[in-house]
């Protein structure tokens, strides 16, 4: 079972966003499906899909460098509220996918195009 949505657009206000993002998180914690694919040689990649009940369709959220899925959970609901299925998932090396090296403040692949690959 997903989310319903509202279909309305109710931007989070500055002055409130600790507490409204902690509802949100809250919400987005019921529906949520979490967890691990295989990418390129193997590496364990961290993925999160947030259902919606008759969604209009999909979108795939794609995080930008040092960040992760959490960072993106605003936008993410938001989509959610207009009728969207949303999926995020942690590149290599970042949140909770697999690293390639023990330190796990340190960003480092191979080669750029497995991020492609996966």
Known sequence: MGHKP????NFIEDTAFCSRMDEIC???????VSGYF???AGVQLFYEYFPVDD???CVVLLHGMSEFTRKHYELAWY?????????????????????????????????????VED
Not at 26 to 32: F, G, H, I, S, Y
């Open 38 to 40: 295989t990418g390129v």
């Open 26 to 32: 809250a919400q987005l914690d019921k529906v949520r």
């Open 79 to 115: 989509l959610m509220e207009q009728g969207y299925s949303v999926y995020l998932y942690d590149h290599r090396c970042h949140g909770h996918s697999q690293r390639l090296t023990d330190r796990q403040d340190m960003i480092h692949v191979g080669q750029f195009s497995d991020f």
């Open 6 to 9: 509202t279909y309305t657009l």
């Open 55 to 57: 969604a209009r369709g």
